[in-house]
């Protein structure tokens, strides 16, 4: 059970799941903060992951869905405009990864979130895969983990921070930094 101190009392009280949903947050916004993100995946999923980006403050790029239709786009716009992190985001109803890649090559951003299909832009261009959605068939037991509600979201929220993390690894590894080890 984790503990936060109460109105600066010496005492504690126990979080619930939610609370420990926004102390993650909190704790990893300078992290996700203003990082540039390409969504792709089921219509629904997708508008789920573009607000939770938005609440992290990190920045869609790119949202496209195959199986997505106008009114849905219009959904995803309206989202966006509520944001200040949303602005020069593009919706792409109907469009496919083909089209996605092309949109990764011309205007390039810090991740992509989808399913293992997602593996070959990642090669092709080189943008970190966070892999969340349906199907993910190259990590084993990887879909008996939530994705909504507050463990679902701890649980995405980790997904984001581990692939952060690891492209950060990835830059700094030859310069003999390493932010995962204490010495």
Same mark, same amino acid.
């Given at each position: 059970? *984790? ?9 504690? +009280? @126990? ?19 203003? !990082? ?9 999923? +997708?508008?789920?992951? +573009? ?8 920045? &869609?790029?790119?949202?496209?869905? *195959? %199986?997505? %239709?106008?009114?849905?786009?219009? !959904?995803?716009? *309206?989202?966006?405009?509520?944001? &200040?992190?949303? !602005?020069? #985001?593009?919706?792409? @109803?109907? !469009? ?11 205007? &390039? /951003?810090? $991740? ?7 593996? $070959?832009?990642?090669?092709? #261009?080189? +943008? @970190? ?5 349906? &199907?993910?068939?190259? =990590?084993?037991?990887?879909? =008996? ?25 990835? =830059?700094? /590894?030859?310069?003999?930094?390493? $932010?995962?080890?204490? =010495?």
């Amino acid at each position: 059970m *984790t503990y936060r101190w109460a109105c600066g009392l010496p005492s504690v +009280v @126990p979080l619930g799941q939610r609370g420990q949903l926004v102390d993650a947050i909190a704790d990893s916004q300078a992290h996700l903060h203003g !990082k540039r993100y390409a969504i792709f995946g089921d219509p629904d999923l +997708v508008l789920g992951m +573009v607000g939770f980006l938005l609440e992290l403050g990190a920045e &869609p790029a790119h949202i496209v869905s *195959t %199986n997505g %239709n106008e009114e849905w786009a219009a !959904k995803v716009q *309206t989202l966006l405009d509520a944001s &200040p992190f949303g !602005k020069g #985001c593009h919706v792409h @109803p109907k !469009k496919d990864l083909w089209h996605l890649r092309s949109l990764l090559f011309t205007e &390039p /951003v810090d $991740f992509l979130i989808g399913s293992s299909h997602g593996k $070959f832009l990642e090669r092709d #261009c080189g +943008v @970190p895969l966070v892999r969340i959605g349906f &199907p993910v068939f190259d =990590r084993h037991h990887l879909h =008996r983990f939530p994705i909504w509600g507050y463990e679902g979201g701890l649980r995405v929220l980790v997904d984001l921070l581990d692939e952060h993390f690891e492209a950060l690894d990835a =830059r700094t /590894v030859d310069k003999g930094i390493s $932010f995962d080890l204490a =010495r």
